[in-house]
């Protein structure tokens, strides 16, 4: 059965420097989303991707966020300067066109120290 | 404004005892899709159901039900027989015609199912 997946699954990383985070959504999908999830708090949308550009942002989605489909397969979230508050789970999330449903890939815990 | 409710923090329960968990939603859209996620402690998301607001009839697969009642904006969850596999967060979610899809979640039920 086809699945997100993301890499990397763990990412520990100081204070003010860039990460990037990968996520390949399944292979018929067009439309892409990154969530987070700060621990023990809930699910909260940061930014949802369609035909190469961001269709929808959160105001948690600044400037120190971008989203890129550098190719064919893969969907990235870059924070080009990270803070303590954004340690979290980052989960992708693809769903067909004309389907509601999405499915999610296992998550990357980003720790910012 | 778009809103998800699930008042209940924790549940805990006995095996095979039945469990419901609530969700309450808000939305100005005529149409929107309703969801159930299940996050078990490895912390993976899981879909468990899709319900569309013009398709009020209750749904069953297996052990699992779901309540969905427009009138009074809720869309229950209830585990039969529960098993100490069931132990996870359950999360409840909303996305409206209108908007891009994306996913309004509640803040979660934590379930802990004890043998």
């Known amino acids: 059965e086809p699945e997100v997946t993301q890499t990397p699954s763990h990412q520990v990383t100081q204070m003010g420097q860039e990460v990037i985070l990968r996520c390949v959504p399944i292979?018929?999908?067009?439309?892409f989303y990154w969530y987070r999830q700060i621990l023990g708090q809930k699910v909260e949308f940061l930014v949802s991707?369609?035909?190469?550009?961001?269709?929808?942002k959160s105001e948690i989605f600044d400037d120190q966020f971008s989203v890129e489909r550098p190719d064919g397969s893969n969907f990235t979230l870059k924070i080009r300067s990270t803070k303590l508050e954004d340690s979290a789970m980052y989960f992708c999330?693809?769903?067909?066109?004309?389907?509601?449903?999405?499915?999610f890939g296992p998550g990357t815990r980003l720790l910012v120290l | 404004a778009q809103k998800v409710t699930q008042a209940q923090t924790e549940i805990s329960v006995v095996e095979k005892e039945d469990v419901t968990l609530d969700c309450v939603y808000e939305?100005?859209?005529?149409?929107?899709?309703l969801f159930w996620y299940k996050q078990p402690p490895s912390g993976e998301l899981v879909f468990l159901i899709r319900?569309?607001?013009?398709?009020?009839q209750n749904e069953i697969s297996g052990r699992y039900s779901w309540n969905f009642q427009k009138s009074t904006s809720s869309f229950n969850f209830t585990i039969t027989a529960s098993q100490v596999v069931d132990s996870a967060v359950y999360f409840c979610?909303?996305?409206?015609?209108?908007?891009?899809?994306?996913?309004?979640f509640g803040q979660g039920t934590t379930l802990q199912v004890k043998p």
């Open positions: 979610a909303l996305s409206e015609s209108s908007n891009t899809g994306k996913l309004i």
């Open positions: 939305t100005r859209d005529t149409t929107y899709y």
């Open positions: 999330a693809s769903r067909q066109t004309g389907e509601e449903t999405q499915y």
């Open positions: 991707f369609y035909n190469n550009e961001i269709s929808e």
């Open positions: 319900r569309n607001s013009f398709d009020e």
């Open positions: 292979s018929n999908h067009l439309y």
